[in-house]
């Protein structure tokens, strides 16, 4: 199932990033095999409450679709796991900091002399190159230095705000799923691997393009907007009676359309607000008549009429909410996987849908060394090999 079928992903990573970018390739069908640590696994495992039976919520997220094996890279034993995992494999993810990986021989110079084709992809704070390089990184470190947190927030002046989403996390983690898959197209001409390298920094830095392009153009930074748009208005969220919605009416027809639908043919006629030019430069005072007039109704009524005069529009849910609504339902957004222990566990949806090889959630994530011995069995060892290696402590097994 799923248009990666075949391909062959040993993911070495940890927490959110790394394992974001597993799981879209085990959504569309890659095998992923996930490396944890031992002892201890991955460090989701430990980011509790909230837990189901003893096992994290986080964790379960980040790592449907796989099949997990507990190796101690600080073992000859463990360490000759990992090579012999990685003569066959396509990719391997890792997410450790600078020289981690070379210190343990498993570097991408030593693992492609033993595979020439491997994509190996590094996601980190800052990349491999440049004066940071050295430095670990977070996602909140991330939005900060990206210029997000300066972008966010109330209104110019405020505090500096994160985005509620760890943005930088999971966008590095798709770039890094588009990386492997741009080296893959080039392998398949070629044959030969590369090493596949993005950050959490420049994953933060590309969700400023509206804003670097203000920058670029008029040397000075923008500011925070709330909801609104930095090029186009209205666009934004306004206060109902009776709660909040979002309205996108940035261009010309749809500004005129609003105009309708409000009943206000004032605002129409306002020179302050004819054209977007205007608008813009005459924000403060738009939302204000905007404001006014949205109070006026309910959310569903405002809805409601907007929808009929075809002017986007939304309310704005809450989490839960938001996994009811039958959009997201009829999507494939909500699902739900078989976990080992825990039976049935809901989960989110693969956001990208295909006409011929369905991507989607097909599998709990592992519980701490559930393959092991079934993903050692393939790759040639014997029960007693697995034994002595358990013995070892160059693998863990549930048992």
Known sequence: MGPLA???????????????CGM????????????????????ARRMVPPELDGESAAFMMMNRNKRGIAVNLKTDGGRAVLRRLIEDADALIENYRKGTMEKLGLGYDALSHINP??????????????????RGGFDLIAQGMSGLMSITGAGPGGDPMKC???????????LGAMGILGAYVERLRTGTGQRVDTSLFEAG????????A????TGEAPAAMGSAHPLNAPYQAFATRDGWITVGAANQKNWQKLVETLEAAALGGDPRFATNNDRMGNLAALQDELQRIFRTRTTTEWLTRLESA????????NIRQMQADPHAVARGMIRQVEHHRLGGVQTLGHPVTYSRTPAEPQRGAPVFGEHTRVILGEYGYTEADIDALIAEGAVAADE
């Open 6 to 20: 075949g391909l062959k992903v040993i993911e070495l990573a940890h927490i959110m990033a790394g394992p974001t």
């Open 214 to 217: 203000i920058a670029f153009a």
């Open 24 to 43: 879209m390739l085990a959504d569309m069908g890659a095998e992923v095999i996930k490396v944890e640590k031992v002892p201890g696994g991955d460090d």
């Open 310 to 317: 075809g002017v986007p529009a939304g309310p704005i849910l």
């Open 164 to 174: 509620g989403a760890p943005l930088t996390d999971i966008t590095a983690g798709i």
């Open 205 to 212: 830095i590309i969700h400023t393009y509206w804003q670097s």
């Open 117 to 134: 084709g491997l994509i190996y992809c590094e996601i980190s704070g800052f990349g491999r190159t440049g004066p940071y390089a050295e």
